[in-house]
T-cell receptor
Framework: GQQLNQSPQSMFIQEGEDVSMNCTSSSIFNTWLWYKQDPGEGPVLLIALYKAGELTSNGRLTAQFGITRKDSFLNISASIPSDVGIYFCAGLSPISNFGNEKLTFGTGTRLTIIP | KAGVTQTPRYLIKTRGQQVTLSCSPISGHRSVSWYQQTPGQGLQFLFEYFSETQRNKGNFPGRFSGRQFSNSRSEMNVSTLELGDSALYLC???????????FGQGTRLTVV
């Protein structure tokens, strides 16, 4: 199935560092979503972006909806141990044959914090 | 407000058997979507239901099916299980007329 190109695949950082990851697609999306998934759990929605060019923050997290509607990035500032996990981007594609939309997920970025 | 609830959390089945997974969406959410997550393929969309109707379907064989009840609860069924069906099956619900934003904890299915 289709997946979005998400990079980097993994990151090893020290506590307190800032983190940046991005997602690109060959297709246009109406909405970009960023999720975090902990082991054995379902993804948790972090940020939702609904308009091209939109910049949205949620605490230490900031995400942007690319102006071309084909990309998005997520920044985490001053990382803390609980930021460890896998981060997924997801795009909501334009109207399908049934007049609805579906989510396409990125391949994930695994964040590890080195003590 | 209770979150999305999936049951059971864990399941072990034998090849050839069938399985039914259940999802209760957040109260008031009418759209329920199902996803399969595997290490190799990542998160793959299975199907989406809204008001008891399947609105969208991913690229999975006909062995994968689902339904939604009038109270928005949803079930998915996999028949003639194969080893490759082992995965985390996730359900998501949404209040808006688009696909799901809020996920359950998932059902971990192991086929032996």
């Amino acid at each position: 199935g289709q997946q979005l190109n998400q990079s980097p695949q993994s990151m090893f950082i020290q506590e307190g560092e800032d983190v940046s990851m991005n997602c690109t697609s060959s297709s246009i999306f109406n909405t970009w979503l960023w999720y975090k998934q902990d082991p054995g759990e379902g993804p948790v929605l972090l940020i939702a972006l609904y308009k091209a060019g939109e910049l949205t923050s949620n605490g230490r997290l900031t995400a942007q909806f690319g102006i071309t509607r084909k990309d998005s990035f997520l920044n985490i500032s001053a990382s803390i141990p609980s930021d460890v996990g896998i981060y997924f981007c997801a795009g909501l594609s334009p109207i399908s044959n049934f007049g609805n939309e579906k989510l396409t997920f990125g391949t994930g970025t695994r964040l590890t914090i080195i003590p | 407000k209770a979150g999305v609830t999936q049951t059971p959390r864990y399941l072990i089945k034998t090849r050839g058997q069938q399985v039914t997974l259940s999802c209760s969406p957040i109260s008031g959410h009418r759209s329920v979507s199902w996803y399969q997550q595997t290490p190799g393929q990542g998160l793959q969309f299975l199907f989406e239901y809204f008001s008891e109707t399947q609105r969208n379907k991913g690229n999975f064989p006909g062995r994968f099916s689902g339904r939604q009840f009038s109270n928005s609860r949803s079930e998915m069924n996999v028949s003639t299980l194969e080893l490759g069906d082992s995965a985390l099956y996730l359900c998501a619900s949404s209040q808006r007329d688009t696909q799901g934003a809020f996920f359950g904890q998932g059902t971990r299915l192991t086929v032996v």
